[in-house]
């Protein structure tokens, strides 16, 4: 028993020459206890929530045919949110360029650019939402203006910089829309998009078209998050005004894509895939599209290959296989700052009309 | 807490709903602050840019010397904009959630973090995207739930003890145990670190005033002073 109050006494004395050897706390009179928080200084419409960003495009393409083309743009996005004291309310979106065109090929973003050669002025985004209506936190939020249509991926994707884009633009003529509607959250596995779109592409305007009618069911966040895991299902029907003939075509597709992003040594490979069917009445449609990507964890450089497929049944068939190397400067994980210059290569394996051909574009691009 | 984390969302590949021009934002925030504040009635979305922010260029220089390590030219840059997130029931703020992008081994790691509003001290620290293969370690929830009630003091603190008196009872950061990890996964162990520190920096100025510059100054001091009492 003495033994043993020797052995505890010994520890105490221990304890305390461990903590002698500790030296004064130079921390001892500064406390972080509660404190009100600051007043957010004060702030003007172009300071509060707003961002601004400015953008140099520059490409320049060529096929094996010969047809050299330079598309030159100068342009900018700008971005407001409006807040009460407690809740962000709104917000509105607008992106713009003064574009110059000299020559034309059909590179996958400016499939619509034939019609306006010389100098144009563009409008891309161009929209408003409201958020949370009627209180009802993530469930019911209102859009109106021209987007993305809601249709694959597209809508959860920025294109807007990068030559590559996804199916719509060859599978409607337009990648972007005029439309109405609502979006949110339906549980926590599905979001949902429900618009009803002009069907008119680049203008809004009605030249006897109907308009079309598109639901998206989406895959939730939390896939994205855990698993790395995009996709949807889409369904679309009504009347839009065709690219070629700008007459209206009864207009019916459905769709199902994904998105798999999955770590692969230093970087990051994604997978994609766009399916869709349905018809422009009378002639059935199919459309796939298949790509891979690879980004250096640098986010200094990436690699891309893509191939797709759009058959319009007595018209043929537009097949393509496409390689992208994309060197950055800057390439913020938000696309809120990037820098870079991207040579794409395209093998066109079947034309409607047309011959195979290898197109060749160029492109330096900044947005900041 | 582990609902919270799993309902998070990824932005950085997605522009979800077109705001490509924003940083590291919750691309569906009714839904993700939902579930971290279950009693949430609204909430409203502040933008920071230094380039905006008075004296942005000089604080922008702060951040790197508080962060005590460079700034990635890609992913950090002076460019870069950060969305910080206020919760609110009625008309009380009851949250305030952030998240930065930090470069980690394989690709982009993205803390998020949700503080409160008074005290500044850490109520969940989570990863909304994490491109690692020590993901799954550096998710846990044990690990994770050892930075609830931290400040950036606490972190300022450390880097006199961690220099001065390694092991000492009041360094919590140095208390932390990190999660078993292999070689390999360090690195983003070590990211992920530095990741909630530049968040809680960025938090101090955006939110806090720059409350806890006290303690970077007197950590700096305090440990000049040990290093020159040595010499």
Redesign the interface.
């Known amino acids: 028993m003495r033994g043993l109050q020797l052995l505890l006494v010994s520890f105490a004395f221990a304890g305390a020459s461990i903590d002698a050897q ?2 004064a ?3 001892a009179d ?1 406390t ?7 007043a ?2 004060k702030r003007s419409f172009f ?1 509060d ?3 601004f ?1 400015k953008e140099i495009m520059s490409e320049f393409d060529s096929s094996d045919h010969g047809q050299p083309a330079s598309r030159q743009s100068l342009g900018f ?1 700008m ?1 407001k ?1 409006f ?6 309310l709104a ?1 509105f ?1 607008f992106q713009g360029r003064l574009v110059r065109r000299d020559g034309f090929q059909p590179v996958l973003n400016d499939m619509e650019g034939e019609t306006r050669g010389g100098w144009a002025f563009e409008y891309h ?1 161009l ?1 408003l ?1 409201l ?2 209506l009627f ?1 009802n ?3 019911l939020n209102f859009r109106v203006g021209r ?2 249509v809601p249709f694959g991926l597209n ?4 294109t ?1 910089g990068t030559v590559l884009q996804l199916s719509n633009e060859q599978n409607l003529g337009f990648e972007r829309d005029w439309y109405t509607g609502l ?3 339906i549980n ?1 596995h599905l ?1 949902y998009d429900a618009y009803y779109l002009a069907g008119s592409g680049y203008d809004l305007k009605y030249k006897g078209q109907k308009g079309l009618g598109a639901l998206r069911l989406s895959l ?3 896939y ?3 698993y790395g895991l ?1 996709g949807g299902v889409s369904v679309m029907g009504g009347e839009r005004l065709s690219h070629d003939t700008q007459r209206p075509v009864e207009t019916r597709r459905v769709g199902v894509d994904g ?1 798999y ?1 999955h ?6 490979v ?1 997978f994609t895939s766009e399916l869709s069917a349905g018809r422009d009445v009378p002639d059935s449609v199919y459309s796939q599209l298949i790509q891979t990507e690879y ?1 250096h ?4 450089w990436g690699v891309a290959t893509q191939y797709r497929r759009f058959e319009l049944e007595r018209m043929g068939t537009d097949a393509s296989i496409i390689g992208e190397f994309t060197w ?1 400067f ?8 990037l820098h870079w210059i991207k040579l794409n290569v395209e093998r066109r394996l079947q034309r409607m009309p047309g011959s195979p051909a290898l197109v060749v574009a160029l492109q330096y691009y900044f947005y ?1 | 807490m582990k609902r919270a984390y799993l309902f998070l969302t990824v932005t950085a590949l997605a522009a979800q709903q077109g705001f490509g021009a924003i940083g590291c934002t919750l691309s569906n925030p009714a839904q993700d602050l939902k579930y971290l504040y279950p009693q949430m009635t609204s909430y409203k979305e502040d933008l920071n840019e230094f380039p905006r922010l008075k004296d942005g260029a000089s604080l922008f220089k702060a951040l790197r010397e508080r962060l005590g390590s460079d700034l990635d030219p890609i992913y950090e840059t002076y460019e870069t904009p950060y969305s910080v997130y206020s919760v609110f029931e009625g008309q009380t703020k009851i949250g305030i959630v952030h998240g930065v992008n930090v470069p980690g081994k394989g690709g982009v790691i993205q803390v998020f973090l949700s503080t409160d509003p008074k005290t500044a001290e850490i109520k969940s620290f989570f990863f909304q995207r994490l491109e690692s293969p020590a993901a799954r370690a550096l998710k846990a929830k044990e690990f994770r739930g050892q930075f609830e009630g931290l400040t950036l003091g606490d972190f300022y603190k450390h880097d006199y003890y961690a220099a001065v008196s390694p092991g000492a009872k009041a360094d919590k950061v140095g208390a932390i145990k990190p999660p078993a990890l292999d070689a390999s996964g360090r690195p983003d162990y070590e990211a992920s670190l530095r990741g909630l520190r530049k968040n809680l920096i960025l938090l101090d100025f955006f939110v806090y005033g720059r409350r806890f510059e006290p303690f970077f100054e007197r950590a700096k001091q305090a440990a000049e002073k040990a290093k020159a009492g040595k010499e």
């Open positions: 500790e030296p706390d130079p921390f500064l972080d206890s509660a404190t009100a928080e600051p957010p200084p300071t929530n707003f961002g960003r996005e971005l949110k807040s009460s004291g407690t809740s962000t917000s979106n985004n929209y939402d958020y949370n209180k936190v993530g469930h987007f993305y809508l959860q994707t920025d807007h979006w949110g959250t926590k979001n939730s966040n939390k994205s998050s855990e995009e998105r992003r770590t692969a040594g230093p970087g990051v994604t980004l964890g640098s986010r200094r950055y800057r390439n913020d994980v938000g696309n809120s700052n900041r």
